[in-house]
Every structure is written in C-alpha cells, then in structure tokens.
C-alpha cells in the first residue's frame, strides 16, 4: 500500500501498531484526538475527532487501507459512546465512500458477544448478546459495515478483539489474549488476501483455553502463533482464584458484566 | 394492564393501533412528537420528543407496557435517525429501567436484513445485512434491547415488521404483508404469555409467499389469520410486473436498496 | 393385529386407551399391578408387576403389538420409581425379544426434557434435560429401546406424551395437551406404517402455543386434529395467571421442576 | 409468455400437461420422439431426438419457456440413458443459452435420493443417494443445471417429481403422490415469480405422510391443494400391505431399489 | 482441594490415577468394594458398597471433589449393573447434595453411543446408541447428572471414557486409546477451571484417527499430549487385521457389540 | 494387496503415483489408452480405452484395488468428457462389480463445487456447484460411485483433488496444494483402514491458507503433512498478484470459471 491509515494511534494498542505495521505501506497516516507522539520517518500524524464528518473525509483522503482502532475502547456514559463510536463510524464510512473505499479493519470487540457463558464455544454467527453500551456500539458498527459491503462492496474485516495486551495476566485472559504479533500478522494477512468480503473475525491467539472458533477463516491463510497458556503457571502464581459464583467468571464478557456505568 | 403506552401514535400505524389496543389496558397513553388527535375516554396523550431523555422518563412512568412504534421508519439522513432511533431508543430503554421495566413490544423491521434474495427464507438467527442507514439502526435497537434483557431481565418482543397495511398493494407484499389484525392479535400475544424473554418475531401475515419463519416461536400462541394470496389476482391486474434485473425484485428489502439517502 | 397388549391398564391413560385401541387387534390383553374393571368382549385381563421378569414374559407372550403405559407415571421416590420404570422396562424389553418382539408403543414423557424454558421449541435430537427421577427413567427407557433396535431390530415408538386428558384445564396445557383422540389416532399410525424404526415423536395435539416439533415424522402419515387453544377463554376464564417468576411457568416441565420428591 | 416448450409431450404426463398448461402461453409448441397426437389451436407439434444437437436447437428456438418433460422416465439400460438423459440435456442447455435463455422446468426426480430409508425427512440439500442409472443421470442434470445457472445466468426449477399420476393407487404413494393439479399450479407459479434462480423443488402434493420438506420454498408462493391422505382407505382395501422385509416398503425410491436392469 | 475421593479405587483405572491425582488434594479418599492396597501418606481407604445409600453418604462426606471411576465398567447381567451403576449412581448424587456439592468427574464411556458407525464423527450431541446395558447405565447416569446441574447447580464433568490403558493395542484402539497422562491432565483441568457446568467431554487422546470431537470444549483449556498413531506399526505387526464384515469393525464400541450377555 | 489398478498411468499424476504407490501390493498393474513407460519389476501395462466396456473388464480382471486416475482432467467439450468420464465410469463399475468388488479410489475433483466463493469454508456435504463440464462429469461419477455403494456395497473414497502438484506455484495453490506425499499416504490409509464406506475426502495438504475442512475424517487416521505457506514467499516473488474483480481469483475454481470451452 502506498497510504496506510490507524485511527486511535495515540492509544496503547494504536502506539503498539504503529510500530509494527509500518512495513506494510510507504507512508503511515496517524490520526487521534489525543496527542500523537510527533512522526517519524514515513508518518504523517492528524488530529481528528471522529464526530467531524469533514475532519474524517480529510484524514481518510488518500489512503489505501485503514486500521480502525479509534473511538471508545471501554464502557463510557452513552453520551461518549455516541460521538466516537456511532456517529464516528458513519463519518468513517462515508469519508471511505467518497475516497476510493480503501479496505477496513474494524476493531470490533468481543463485548457484541460478551453474555455468553464462557462455557460455551462461539462461531462467527452467533447472535450479539453485547455486556454494554460499549458492546452495542460494536454491534451498530458490524451491522452498518455490512450495508457499506452488501450496497457499495466496500470490504471490511471485523475484527472482534478479546484482550490485545503485551502478556496475558489474568484467568480470563487464559482464553481472550490476542498476542500484539499476532494481531500484526493478521492485519497484514486482511490486506493481503485478494478477496476479503465482510467477514467476522476472531480476534484471540491459539489459545489452549480459547472459546471463539475461526475455523470459518481457513481462507485468509492466517493463523495465530501465541498461545495464552504458556502463562498460566504464573497467572495462577500473581492473581487470585476468580469466584465462581461472581458474573466476571460465569461470563465471557467478563467484568464489563458487572458495568458500574449502569450503577450510577 | 392499567397503563399501555403507545409511542409514534399519531403515525400511520399508531393511529390504527390505538383503536384496536384499547381492549388490552385500562388506559391507553398515546405519545408522538407530532400533533394528535385529542384524547377519547381513557385514553392520554402527550407530545414527546424521543431525544430528550427527561420527556421519555416522564412518558414512560407510570405505564405497564409499551408498543413502540416512535422514531423515524423509513430511510432518511443519518443525522434524522441518530435522534429518534438511536439516541431515543437508549432513552426508552433507560426511562423502563428506572420505572419498572414494563414489556416492551419494539417495531424493529425487516430492513435489518433487507439484502438477503427473496429465494431465500429466513429463521430469526440470520445474520444481519441491513438495507440502510434505517435498518442499521434497528440493528443497534435490538442489540440494546437484548443488552437490557440479559442484564436486567427486561423482556422485549423484537418484532420484524414486513408491511403493515390495510391491504397488499404491490408484488414484494405478497411476502411480506402484515395486516393490521395479525398485528394486533400478536401483541394481544405478547402481553398475554407469561415468560416472554427477549425473542425475534417475524411481523407477517400467513402469506403463502412469505420469505419468513416463525415456527421457532410456538410457545406465543399466536397464529397470523390473514394471507396476502387472496389479493394477489387484484395485485397482478392492477400493477406492472416486477422487472427481475431491478434490485427491488432481487433483494427483501425491496426498494430499501436503491436508497436515494446515498444518492447525493 | 391378532393380540394387543396394553400395559398400566388400570390407570386414568390406560381405561381410556382400553375402549379407543378395541378395533385394531382381535384381543386387547389388558394388565395392571391395580385391580382392573372385569374383561368385556375380546378383552383379556392378567396382573403383572412389571418387576418380577417371569410374569412381564407371561404377559408378553402371544401378543402382536405392546402399549406401554405402565410403570410409575409421575414423580415419586427413587425406589419406587427403580421396580416399575428400570427394572420392568429391562423386563418388559427382555420378554419382547424372546417373543418375537412385537411392536412397542413407549410411553415416554416430556419430564425426560422439563428443564428446556417454555420458550424454546424443541426437535427430537435436544440433549436430554430430566425434570426429575421420573423424567430420568423416561430417558433409560428411551435409551434402552434404541439399544434394542439396534442390537435386535426391535421397533419401539417413542412417545413423549404432554398432558393427556379429557380437556387441557391450566395454562401449561395450552402447550402440551395431547387429545385422546390424537393418542389414539397417533398409536394406530405407528402400528399401520409398515417400517417404524425408533423414532422420539412428540406426543401433543396440534396446539397453537406448542413448544414441540414434529416435522421430522411427516413419513408417519398422522396428523392432529385437535388444538387446545380452543380451550384458552375457558382456562382464562377459571384458572389464575401464572407467576412469571415462579419455575412452572418458566420450564416446559411445569410444576414437575418444584418437585416435592427431593424436598424431604 | 408467447411460446412455451412441452418436452416429452407425447408420454402420459406430458399429455396432460400439454392440456393444463395451454393458458400459459400464446402458443404450446409439443416435442418429443414419439408420435404426437396432432396439434389443435395455438398448438406446434415437432419431433425431436433430445440426441441431436441440431434438431434441439430448432426446437428451443423462439421458446420463452420450457418445460422439460423428455428423455428416458424409468430405469433402462445405461446405452439408453446416456442418450436422452445426459446428451440430451447437455444439447437442451447448449440449445437454451443460444436462443435467449427461456427459463427451465427440469422434471427431475425422487430417485436421486432414493436410498434414503422412509423413515427420514428430507430438504433440499440431502447429499444424492440416487437408486439407479436413471436417478443417476437425474444427479448429472441437476449439476449441469446449477452450471448454467452460475455460469449464465439461466434459471431452472430442479423438481423432484414423486408420483405424478391422476391418483396415488399404493402405499408408497400415501407419501409420494404429485396431483396433476399440484404440478400444473406448481409449473404456474415457477414461470409468475419474479426471481427464480436454480432451486430444488419437491414434487409432491400435501401428503400428511410425505417424505419431503419444501419449507425453504415460501418465497415461490405456491401450495399444494391435494393429500394423498384422502385416498388411503381405498388403498388399503385393494392393495396387499408391504412386506417391512422388502426393500421396496424401506427406501424412498421404493420398487426402483430392486431395479431389474442390473440383475441381467 | 483438602480431600478428592476416588471411588473404584481399587481397579485398573482406579489404582494408576491414585497415583497421578496426589498432587490435586491434601488428601487423597479411596473407596472400592473390592480389596484396596493400604493407604500410604496423605491418603484414606474406605471400604464402600454403592447401592448402599448410607455407606455412600460417608464416603462422600468431607470431600471437596469427586472422581467417580466405581461401579461396573464392562458388560455384566442386568442385576450386578443395577446394583453399581444405576442405584449406586442415585446414592452418590444424594449424597453429594447432602455434602455441599463436590465437583464430579463422571466416569461414562463411549458406550453410550457404540452403535455409531467407526466411519462417522460425533459432537458431543449426538443422540445416545448404546452398544449394552452397561452403555444404557451411562446414558441414565449422564441424565441423572445433568438433572442434579439444572436443578441443584451439582456440576459434574460427564467424560465418555475411550481406551484408557498404558498403550493401545488393537486396531480399534488407534481411534479411542486415552493414555492415562492425558486423563490425568484433564481431571486437573476440570478441577481447575471457575465453572463447568455439566458439559459432555470425550475422554480420548489426541489420536489421528479418533472418531471424536471435542472442539466444543476450548474453555476448558485441556489438551491432549498422546496420540494413538505412534503406535501403528507395532500394532499392525502384532495383531490380526480386523475382518470388515464383523461388527467389532463396524461401529465405535467394538465388541460391546457383539455382547456375550445377551447370547445365554 | 496383490494386485492394484493404476488408471491414468501415464498422466502427470499418474506416472509419480506409479513410483509411490508400488509398497501397495505385489502387483502393480498400469493402464492408460496414450503410451505408458514400459513396465518395470512388479509392473504390468496395459493400454485400454475407458469407453470400451470390453477392455475396462479385462483391465480390472484380478485386481484387489483401484487407483482411477483415467479420463479427462482438464475442461474439454462435452463429446470428449462423455467417453473418459461419463461412458468410462460407468464401465469401471460394471467392470468392478463383476470382478469382487476392489476397493475404489476415484479421483474426483474441487471442481464439481468450483463456484463457491474463496470467502467459504467448505464441509463434504455442500450442494454441487461446479463450474465447468469436466466438473459436472465428476459429480456425475460420484453419484453413480454411491449408487453402486447402496446397492452393492462397492467402497470408493471420493477425493476431491485440488491441485496435485510437485510445488504450489500460484496464489490459488496456496489454498488448493496436495502434495505428492500427501496424497501417496492418503491412498495409502484409504486401502488400509477396515471399513471405507463411500465417504468425500477433500484431496488438499494441511494449507493454513485451505477452503476445505476435512475434520470429519478422523477415523481415516490419516493427517497430511505439507502446507503451501512455506511457499508463498516464493509465490509472492515469483507470480503477480491475482486482480481482484477477476472471477479467477473470487471463485474457488480459479481459471475453470473462465472456461474457454464456452467461449466459442
């Protein structure tokens, strides 16, 4: 790719991707509403607030490829979710049909899916049952990439991360990490493959204890190295035992269950 | 029920509704934005703007049910349907948790799946492919519904209204036809069956050629009585025959698919 | 049919079926562990404990076709359950091989699936869900049919039986009510269809609000006839609505899910 | 349509066809091998050898519809088979994508899935189990069918004819029988829906004892009016009741499962 | 855990996991009817007839977990499995209700599902076959389990045991050997994880040619080290190739289906 | 085995599967209508015409398995599938079933489904959609193989060959490679494992990048051991990048979508 764009680049899993997705195009574009440390070589940095539809057209303009990491990542009143991660996926979509619909990587989350018990192993096709407001932003995002596909053809992978963290540090990680380089070998297999479609996508590592099934996805030729229980020994070492009887351990959304924004 | 609220009452579909429901509460309260016919015996009215989060609070208060039929139904600009659909829909949600969590019957639409062919039928498990930014939306609206039922225990009744309307007027509705009385003998329903949870319904009549199955929902005791087939020797005399190169004949959604929002 | 046995004859299902099932055999053998209404034409009587091996083998012998309604048909302590429903149902089971294996009618029961919510619609192959120790025998009986024909060849209808009574009188029954005159219709099918197999068929009328699917049998070549939906005013009308957060209106298996058996 | 195609118009199901279906077209244009009865008003008679590309060409030729009745109806020989049934139809698509690609009723057949034992219910997708050289041959047109169809475009409904006979005159045909009525309203509505694409249709009226499910077939608009159901006490008075031992009363394909032609 | 009772401690499978399990509690209970080798450090020794209700509630007592390898685990005449397996199995439930709920890991087999052809691959869904009658005491123990599950919470592991010896030395053994490093690790993997529920797990090593799959069960963050393949060549020198046309080659219980028992 | 029949033998496949596959049997015997190596130790050559059912007797006379290589492998018109594919097969069988009945390794091919999207992961039982004449033989030959499977227990393992070549050397390779040792031990396991039934086998080698899932073939014991990815380095030095509007690289098919033969 000549122009690859990250959204949310300023933002821990942004700051990690920056670095390791630079082979995959000439310039780097990075765009956050938070400050970005300042580019180098073969970046560009943009300020753009997801909910200024001409703000998104600029950044958008001009690139071949997009790594939608930005908007609200965590549950947040629905008045944050709203601008970000609503709002800010439309001005996204229609800033890609205006220039040329560069092909998407949507960072879904497992959280469209996270009221299922963790006793239970999920295909793609699973009907949402989201854990909360942030959830159901992922799902409106899933749906209206799927009419961008079914009406224009605009490609997107929806990627449903579980936990993108440098190691896995707790019980419930044991089956959501999603190692930093395998979430890097999988973007680059998304823009890779000649035909991508709007498929969703996993977003863990080979994880012995996993529950999300991309058995779906031979196509892509991607498979995941890491593996989360390589760590087990010393999770079981630093964390407590989690509770049985607590919502964190029965379901796979686990604490966003227990959401305090609902508290208030 | 003591109290029934009625919101898009002084829509085409909430004018009909409030003259049937009225068996099912002692007090019918009527709500739209635009202006409505003054209220009979037992009946109340109040103008509501969806988007205002205290307006639906006090609307909802009170009430033991509610059919919601407010919000925007057909395609328009997304910044029309951010505020009834999306913004309104988390404000109703939120006024039935704070007051009681009264069952809700929600006009969702077959527009969430309108880009399926019409050679296929449809359980209530298919995956999404939204026609619009209209159906997206109802996406997002039993994505939030489903939220408030597994967090909360709140019961929804998603119903995927085809066309409700006197009389099939046209081709498409041969499948997809929902006649008022099947309407309302299928709230009648809902209100009536002691566990409802939180189930996709199929908003149609008995058509012969229906593109919609319901035999997953046994246990509501509902069966549509009408059939759009006895209209279809007045529908062939009267209309032109679809053109099968159109869209509008390949897809369920009908012309929802050549949408002049994205025309511009 | 030259001889037709009819076990539990002497219970409520058993009195009924003896006057329905006289036109498809010469003989109707009637036998019970109760005291049973003296023979009439055509009728033969014996007592049978079905735990003693060598009195089912005398009961067996020389007859065409078997219908198992006996045994313990509602909870009770495992023990009593342990005589009637295992060790008779191995009897019974023994005594059909060694005389020339007649085909049986199984009555099996919905306790063998209680635990499945009211709003789930359930095809033959649903894991098993017990309500109880009864339901648990059911599913050893079941088990131990199909044992028979695949080892034997022995043909068993397996008959998971709602609530056979005159009239359908609660709620639940709305769901599960199987008509005499369907059972009866429904045991001269399975005795006509010249190959049977072990199918599991759903022993219900054709109720609107029923919770069981049947459509795997059409090859039967029976059909319902009655609906208990015809009933509903009548029940509204004398019995009280069910409490949503009470079990026996939240599972299919009713008040069998409150079971006192294990309350001592 | 202005012209429609009669293949195999002098065998005994095109006879009757070439007189129910008349209202279907300006012109019924008859074909077939053997001699024809002359044409009466608004008729054409040609003869036809389906293996000669040529004279198919001609016969397609100005056609906008086709109903395939031709070729070889029973088991035979395989010499014969390949004739009609696989050069045949090869020569009828090479004919039909030359002169404008009039859709195609296919007269297929239930002895494609022959093998399947009585006691399954099958969909449209049951893996081929066909029970002879003809169900063979009916396998290789339904996959050269889906060829054009993805290839080209061309439009054929694959029906699975059952017994297709004025009426059902055996047991087999409780469960098979396809009322003449049935297929000419089935033939109707396959030529009026607007899409068609390349599906299987079961042939088979509504037999409470049928084997086949068309349930995936809504959207066609089209209900049998027949059961074979009506006509089973006359059956079981003059028939002999099947032999459960005899292949002919296990297997759907019934008496073609003893197929003489291979004991030669 | 401060106590694990293993029950059929002294057979085959009992006396190698007394060994292997030491490290999962503080102490190790042993329970057998048969003779056990005397208790070493950390360990308890109990004498313990199943189908004696109170002599099961002692054993059970002060325990934290449960390995239940008792009772009859060949075919055997009706009565000695009733006895162990079917009365013994209600006691041990009892008793486990009575003393606070202990995970169980149930010891069920593979036969419960032995008239499945060798050809054919099974979710753990798959609707019971079993090849006996000590098949059909698992069935109802794997019932009575998941009743305890639905209506107590009792969580019990339900683990259909292939070929659990020191290596595989048969043909059939290449597709069910369960070497005993991977029993081992998976009863450490049930005990460890927060909640299991009562799910179906096929007890087998990770063999090329098994004819099982447990990809349902990723959550329980088990794998299999073993697999049967490495020892093909030693068992195809030293054992006779089985002959396709006995049963014992046919279908997945192997000489279960050729049961002695039923042959007196 | 003593004697196995290598059809094709002097075909690209043929002559590397002539090398590999001599371990087999005693006998090798080759057959091909063009001109075949001379034979070497252990090796007979025949030359036999597959549409000439007097020489396929005499080739398959004696033999105790096939390897059926023979007929046309690429796209041809139609008059030339006829003889090798459509006329040959079926004189295999006859010839097969009049000489005991040698277990059959057909070559098939991923072309009777060449119309699935490459965004599809494939199971053996998806309905035909090939995409070109050579494809419809093949799913002619698979019928006709399970015909010949139900009636007369003939065994063949239809193989479903991708691209059977010394090195993957284009984009599509990366998912449809079968290397020469894969399928040599896959052949090899077909004839060894006791009961082969008429089962799908997807011919690909463990491919990260693979459309078809094997998974229910366990039982084989058989595991390929080559994945195409450790070529696509060189792949992607080496070959342009697939265009993606072109069907070549939508369809999984590839090239054969674009068949010439139906250009002209």
Redesign the interface.
């Known amino acids: 790719m000549r122009r690859l764009l990250i959204t949310g680049a300023a933002g821990q899993l942004g700051r990690v991707m920056r670095k390791r997705l630079a082979p995959l195009a000439d310039t780097i574009r990075l765009a956050d509403l938070a400050r970005l440390d300042p580019p180098e070589r073969d970046e560009e940095c943009m300020s753009c607030d997801l909910s200024d539809a001409a703000a998104v057209h600029e950044m958008v303009a001009g690139c071949d490829g997009i790594v939608h990491l930005g908007g609200v990542s965590v549950e947040r009143p629905?008045d944050q979710i709203?601008g970000g991660n609503?709002?800010g996926l439309?001005n996204l979509y229609e800033a890609a049909?205006a220039h040329g619909q560069p092909r998407i990587v949507f960072a879904s989350s497992n959280h469209?899916i996270g009221?299922y018990?963790?006793?239970?192993?999920l295909g793609p096709?699973a009907?949402?049952?989201?854990?909360?407001?942030y959830?159901?932003s992922k799902?409106?995002g899933?749906?209206?990439a799927?009419?961008y596909f079914?009406?224009f053809g605009q490609e997107t992978a929806l990627v449903r991360i579980g936990s993108c963290t440098p190691e896995p540090t707790n019980?419930r990680m044991?089956?959501t990490w999603f190692s930093h380089d395998d979430f890097a070998s999988m973007i680059e297999a998304i823009f890779r493959v000649?035909?991508?479609?709007c498929?969703v996508i996993w977003g863990s590592s080979a994880?012995?204890?996993?529950?999300?099934?991309n058995?779906?996805?031979?196509?892509?030729?991607?498979?995941p190295k890491d593996n989360a229980?390589a760590h087990?020994i010393h999770i079981e070492a630093l964390t407590p035992?989690?509770?049985?009887s607590d919502p964190t351990?029965?379901f796979q959304g686990g604490d966003f269950?227990n959401?305090p924004i609902?508290k208030e």
């Open positions: 629905f709203l609503i709002v439309y049909r469209t009221y018990p963790q006793t239970e192993r096709d009907p949402y049952r989201p854990d909360g407001l959830g159901v799902c409106f899933e749906a209206l799927r009419l079914d009406k019980y044991l089956s000649s035909t991508l479609g498929p994880n012995d204890a996993g529950w999300w099934d058995s779906h996805l031979g196509w892509l030729g991607w498979k229980e087990r035992r989690p509770d049985p351990s029965r269950v959401n609902f």
